[in-house]
């Protein structure tokens, strides 16, 4: 208990120094609240609503989605997406429609690992019949350390983001953990860095979710 104790304070030990050093760049705040509702054992639905900060508001979305497990290992998840995005001081509505395809194993009960692929394809305007639509090809992978005497999970994860039939667009790092605080909700909290290939544009933020299951 005591050695699991000391791998928690290490972790967060390590933690706030990136944190602290991430305020010095282009540092933003993102922020989400999570509803699941299980349909059954192997299917839910979940209302997933983030508001993201870098000198103000600069995104907010509504994302809804369906995740249906096909066996232990493997599942997938269809998914829209409704966002607000701020360009010049306007904000400019989005549209993002997704399919997710995942696989999940472990190398002991402990350590944990995940594989997810996601295309997408996102629409700048709902009201402009020339519009711009930007499809993506995304890979993530996750790793997870799980603590079950203190209910935390310990997680890192990289992602690539690739513009399809094009170049590679973005890379983004994440390091967290997960925690449960209270019957059917769980606290997350992250660092991230993102690097935008595409627009040479880097940026790292603090972020949290609260997710609600029932």
Known sequence: MKKKISQFKYF???LFPILSHAQDTDFQNWHNIEIVYKIDKKSNISLDN?????????KCFSDLSFKRNVSNKFNYRLGFRFLLNKKNNIFENKERYYVDVSFKDGFSKKIKYSFRTRLQAQFDSSFNFNQDIKSKLRQKVKFVYV?????VDIFSSVEGFYFINNDLDKIRFQLGFLKGIIQNMTLVISYLFENKFSDNIALSALRTKLVYKF
């Open 12 to 14: 967060i030990f390590i």
């Open 147 to 151: 603590l079950k005497s203190l209910d």
């Open 50 to 58: 983030g508001i993201r900060f870098s000198e103000g508001v600069s």
